[in-house]
T-cell receptor, first 115, second 114 residues
């Protein structure tokens, strides 16, 4: 079964440094999501793409976070500068269409630790 | 607005015992409801979903859930727990209106005792 690929699996960085995460969705999935999951909580949506366009980034801290999906396929999430509170699991997911009629398929995530 | 409430953060059962994980939702329009499972250091995997039609939904690994509109609930059950069921379980809701997005509960950690 096709999977959502994410890298790296683990990242340790010092505060104020820049960090980037990469996601390759399942082939043919037009919708791509980035979620942040703080330990002990459920995932929270950071940004949603439909093809290469952002359709929801209302919860993305835009002063330090950026996301792009230039060719409508893979995506990069960047944090600059990283803060201690950014330590979390960053999950990428994809779906064929909008999520209420198309279930999300998640990658294994990138666990970020900011020291 | 929409939300889900998962009461308690941890459930412990013996192997072979009934598993019951509770989820209550709030939605102003008809919801779609989901249960996801997350094993340590992995992403979320869909267990089952309710969209429309039959209110008793069967999923993978022997799990099932029943949508009860009168109780605004979507509890997850499994008749007999297995050691491999130990994981974190998330209930999620999305409404079928415009600009909807999937909202997750805080999750429940299931432990299975030998």
């Amino acid at each position: 079964e096709a999977e959502v690929a994410q890298s790296p699996r683990y990242k340790i960085t010092e505060k104020s440094q820049a960090v980037a995460f990469w996601c390759d969705p399942i082939s043919g999935h037009a919708t791509l999501y980035w979620y942040r999951q703080i330990l002990g909580q459920g995932p929270e949506l950071l940004v949603q793409f439909q093809d290469e366009s952002v359709v929801d980034d209302s919860q993305l801290p835009k002063d330090r976070f950026s996301a792009e999906r230039l060719k409508g396929v893979d995506s990069t999430l960047k944090i600059q500068p990283a803060e201690l509170g950014d330590s979390a699991m960053y999950l990428c997911a994809s779906s064929v269409g909008s999520s209420y009629n198309s279930p999300l398929h998640f990658g294994n995530g990138t666990r970020l630790t900011v020291t | 607005a929409q939300s889900v409430t998962q009461l308690g953060s941890h459930v412990s059962v013996s192997e072979g015992a009934l598993v019951l994980l509770r989820c209550n939702y709030s939605s102003s329009v008809p919801p779609y409801l989901f249960w996801y499972v997350q094993y340590p250091n992995q992403g979320l995997q869909l267990l089952l979903k309710y969209t429309t039609g039959a209110t008793l939904v069967k999923g993978i690994n022997g799990f099932e859930a029943e949508f009860k509109k009168s109780e605004t609930s979507f509890h997850l059950t499994k008749p007999s727990a297995h050691m491999s069921d130990a994981a974190e379980y998330f209930c999620a809701v999305i409404h079928t209106g415009a600009n909807s997005k999937l909202t997750f509960g805080k999750g429940i950690t299931l432990s299975v005792r030998p």
